[in-house]
């Protein structure tokens, strides 16, 4: 039997004695069973969900709101897991909160479960998490590389920015760039053509705090350069990114960066030089393409235009701009990939699911990125149109994908040349 885990006031794990294990896809709670769970793994992180109140299946098969811990004083509190990189999540956690409470933090919660006193995640690996893994980040000597590298470049701001990203966001592709390896970002606009549910730099007021600040200045070419040359001429497959957390839509910064290309490509003709983008600027992204651009990266929550646009919230541009850049880029010699943000309950229903795979047929991406949603599913179902169709199960999904003929399934973004 997997049993319900919870939190009690005293910050102490507890697993239920008589509770099973639920999860939740859209906005249904099921039982959780062998099949949906796999050991949780190294570099997961077990968190309260702030305000939730757990919700367990009964030795009669109800489902059942536990208020109160059944062996201290206090509250019982719904448990998450946060995943590494490399995992996708398949179920969300069961809990209910008060609709007065604000949403919870932009976290990407998955279902756990405990059973012989091992901890289960609702989840299933989708890509190698070597290089992602947090043993290899904030390092006892990250301070004195980021001092060592500031002290270099004493006017570069964005190594200014990117030294706060490292420090005190504990950003990883961030703090690459002070280790000299693999993908390391590089922050390069201001501004944004979209005002995303889930946006990680910018929400408005009444919605949850964002977890870091965006850049307020727009970088020259020579600042990007001057991060980029030395960052690609490392070794083992060197990537650099423009269009990080802390930014909004690169694309929106073309001149910039294709200047910026012209001068890195002067000076090396190793690494990867990447851009992570909405995509919906679609003369820029052909700009920058057309500059020496090696690999494209576009986020999108799925094909369905009512959900993009719902979830998006895309200024001057919609899906069509964004297919359309996305064919530029394949046609180009552009790797491209998609950045998917899954969220179980809605990715995997069957209408999503045929929409995404029709985008994915005609466009010829080369890849699709599974990253999970982080978001609270509440906030994010509410301002979503009503879902219909049959929920596949993101396993199934998955599968799905991994039958396009010619199409990578992973999660996160690889060296191309």
């Known amino acids: 039997m997997y049993r319900l885990v919870f939190a009690g006031d005293d910050g102490q794990l507890y697993d239920h004695h008589s509770l099973r294990a639920t999860g939740r896809t859209g906005d249904r709670f ?11 793994p190294a570099g997961a992180s077990l968190v309260m969900v702030p305000g939730g109140r757990p919700v367990g299946v009964s030795r009669a098969g109800r489902f059942s709101l536990l208020e109160r811990n059944p062996w201290r004083k206090g509250r019982a509190w ?31 919660y998955a279902a756990v479960a405990c059973r012989d006193g091992e901890m289960f995640v609702a989840a299933c690996k989708t890509d190698n998490p070597e ?13 004195a590389l980021v001092t060592e590298k ?22 990883f592709t961030a703090q690459n760039i002070f280790y000299g390896r693999w993908e390391g970002g590089i ?10 549910l889930g946006c990680i730099s910018k929400q408005p007021a009444e919605c949850c705090p964002s977890p870091q600040a965006r850049i307020e200045y727009q970088p020259e070419p020579g600042e990007i350069a001057e991060i980029a040359v030395p960052h690609l001429r490392s070794g083992d497959g060197p990537i650099v990114s423009f269009g990080q957390g802390c930014e909004g839509e690169p694309a929106l910064a073309a001149k910039t960066i294709v200047k910026a290309i012209e001068m890195i490509r002067g000076n090396t003709g190793g690494g990867t030089i990447n851009m992570n983008s909405n995509a919906g600027f679609t003369a820029g992204v052909a700009d920058i393409c057309r500059a020496g651009l090696d ?35 394949v046609s180009g010699g552009v790797y491209t990939s998609l950045n998917l943000l ?20 005609d466009t010829g991406v080369n890849m699709i990125q ?36 010619g199409l990578t399934v992973g999660s996160f973004s690889r060296p191309v040349r």
């Open 30 to 40: 099921i039982e959780l069973n062998e099949d949906d769970l796999e050991k949780l």
């Open 78 to 108: 719904a448990v998450g897991a946060l995943l590494p990189q490399g995992y996708t999540r398949t179920l969300l956690p069961s809990y209910q909160r008060a609709q007065a409470e604000r949403p919870a933090p932009l976290l990407g």
């Open 131 to 143: 290089r992602w893994a947090p043993a290899h980040y904030d390092s006892s000597g990250l301070p």
């Open 150 to 171: 500031v002290k270099q470049y004493p006017a570069n701001r964005i190594l200014r920015q990117l030294a706060h990203c490292a420090l005190e966001y504990h950003c």
């Open 187 to 196: 922050p390069v606009s201001p501004a944004c053509n979209a005002g995303c």
């Open 295 to 329: 690999a494209l990266r576009v986020t999108l929550i799925g094909a369905g235009e009512e959900t993009y646009k719902t979830y998006h919230r895309p200024h001057n541009f919609d899906l069509a701009d964004v297919r359309n850049s996305i064919k530029i880029a």
């Open 342 to 361: 899954v969220c179980p309950g809605l990715t995997d229903r069957e209408e999503e699911t045929r929409a995404l795979l029709e985008l994915v047929r």
């Open 370 to 405: 599974l990253r999970n949603l982080n978001i609270d599913p509440d906030f994010l179902f509410q301002h979503l149109p009503p879902q219909s169709g049959e929920v596949l199960g993101i396993p199934a999904l998955i599968e799905m994908l991994r039958e396009v003929p």
